[in-house]
């Protein structure tokens, strides 16, 4: 048996974190010691293994949930599995031109810089006054050239 901290170390996830993955479910309630110190298994430590990885790939709480739920029944088909992964797999996707749309504004920001003072500074009078962007499909700014 370990305790939350052995866990912690072992996993690398905060006590904390542990502490709030029993309250919102996806971990079972820890076994007690005597003196009430909570006390886990290698299943929960495979299970908050699990967690932490899912949790690393960006998927959301309530898919990891779904995840556990599923895993819990390896006898049926995986189509469900499948989907929330690319469900997830369309997120990331999303964030992912949303981030090159940032990167990409940035660029123009800076290439517009003449270098000067920062009176006369593009990134300063962009940021100052959003009327300046110009946005895209996804309602990202993009300062104009």
């Known amino acids: 048996m370990l305790t939350i901290?052995?866990?912690?170390?072992?996993?690398?996830?905060?006590v904390p974190t542990i502490r709030y993955y029993e309250t919102v479910g996806l971990m079972p309630a820890?076994?007690?010691?005597?003196?009430?110190?909570r006390l886990y298994g290698?299943?929960?430590e495979?299970?908050?293994?699990?967690i932490r990885h899912a949790r690393e790939l960006g998927f959301p709480l309530e898919a990891?949930?779904?995840l556990l739920g599923l895993a819990d029944h390896p006898e049926h088909p995986c189509d469900a599995v499948d989907a929330i992964a690319r469900t997830q797999l369309l997120a990331v996707r999303a964030r992912i031109a949303r981030l090159?749309?940032?990167e990409d504004e940035l660029i123009r920001m800076i290439g517009a810089c003449v270098h000067?003072?920062?009176a006369d500074c593009r990134v300063i009078e962009v940021l100052g006054d959003h009327r300046l962007c110009a946005?895209?499909?996804?309602?990202?700014c993009s300062a104009p050239e």
């Open 100 to 102: 090159k749309a940032l």
């Open 42 to 44: 290698i299943a929960a």
């Open 64 to 66: 990891i949930r779904d």
């Open 46 to 50: 495979h299970r908050l293994s699990f």
């Open 116 to 118: 000067g003072t920062v």
């Open 5 to 14: 901290g052995k866990l912690s170390a072992r996993t690398g996830v905060k």
């Open 135 to 140: 946005h895209d499909d996804h309602g990202t």
């Open 30 to 37: 820890a076994e007690r010691s005597g003196g009430n110190q």
